[in-house]
Nanobody, 119 residues
Framework: QVQLEESGGGLVQAGGSLRLSCAASGRTVSSDVMGWFRQAPGKEREFVGGINRLGGSTYGADSVKGRFTISRDNAKNTVDLQMNSLKPEDTAVYYC????????????WGQGTQVTVSS
């Protein structure tokens, strides 16, 4: 089993930055794919991006490309999400997730951290 705990959420003004972190425990996730999702009120959960064991990353919505960056530290069992130039529409609960490389669906999820961007 893998437990995930996000941190770093909060309230920020539009144009500002936040850095979310997610720490995994239970076992090493260095070979797994780690990802970030978000869910805004009244909307479906959205894939933000993911990163593989070698640091190769992919991003979901076009709206975050160029503004958000995912990174990981395999030694620390962590994944970060650097969010720059934040917009009010980035307001959501952000979730960290992990899946084994051969699985298509994410298997483990954190509790989520709230990000609120004020205009």
């Amino acid at each position: 089993q893998v437990q995930l705990e996000e941190s770093g959420g909060g309230l920020v003004q539009a144009g500002g930055s936040l850095r979310l972190s997610c720490a995994a425990s239970g076992r090493t996730v260095s070979s797994d794919v780690m990802g970030w999702f978000r869910q805004a009120p009244g909307k479906e959960r959205e894939f933000v991006g993911g990163i593989n064991r070698l640091g190769g990353s992919t991003y979901g919505a076009d709206s975050v490309k160029g503004r958000f960056t995912i990174s990981r530290d395999n030694a620390k069992n962590t994944v970060d999400l650097q969010m720059n130039s934040l917009k009010p529409e980035d307001t959501a609960v952000y979730y960290c997730a992990v899946r084994r490389a051969w699985r298509s669906q994410y298997e483990y999820w954190g509790q989520g951290t709230q990000v609120t961007v004020s205009s």
